[in-house]
C-alpha cells in the first residue's frame, strides 16, 4: 500500500525552527519528485518545496532560503528543514509525492508568540 505519513509539526516561537518528516511505504522514494505543501483555512494549497528524483530542489520565494527539502534514502523518507519561521509560515503542511497524487495526511505548524 502506497501511503505517506508525516510528523514532526507542533507549536513554535517565530524565529525558531523545525524539522518535519515524511515516512513514506509501498515505493521507494529515490525514484520520485517529492514535494512539501501547506495550506490554511479560505487558502489554496501552497507548493513550498519540491526536490525531482536527481536531487535537485525548488522553492518559492516566501520560503526560499529558510526552508530546506532533503531525502533519507536509508529511511525512505522526505524531511523539510524549517527556519526563521514567521507567523505567516502557520498553516498544515503536507508531505506530496505529484506521480499519482499521493497525500499523507498533513502535520499542524503553528507560529506564535
Known amino acids: 500500500q502506497v501511503q505517506l505519513v508525516e510528523s514532526g509539526g507542533g507549536l513554535v516561537q517565530p524565529g525558531g525552527s523545525l524539522r518535519l518528516s515524511c515516512e513514506a511505504s509501498?515505493?521507494?522514494?529515490?525514484?520520485?519528485?517529492m514535494a512539501w505543501h501547506r495550506q490554511t483555512p479560505g487558502k489554496e494549497r501552497e507548493l513550498v518545496a519540491l526536490?525531482?528524483?536527481?536531487?535537485?530542489?525548488n522553492y518559492p520565494d516566501s520560503v526560499r532560503g529558510r526552508f530546506t527539502i532533503s531525502v533519507d534514502n536509508a529511511k525512505n523518507t522526505v524531511y523539510l528543514q524549517m527556519a526563521n519561521l514567521k507567523p505567516d509560515d502557520t498553516a498544515v503542511y503536507y508531505c506530496?509525492?505529484?506521480?499519482?497524487?499521493?497525500w499523507g495526511q498533513g502535520t499542524q505548524v503553528t507560529v506564535s508568540s
Open positions: 526536490i525531482a528524483s536527481g536531487g535537485h530542489s
Open positions: 506530496n509525492r505529484p506521480s499519482g497524487g499521493i
Open positions: 509501498g515505493f521507494t522514494v529515490s525514484g520520485y519528485a
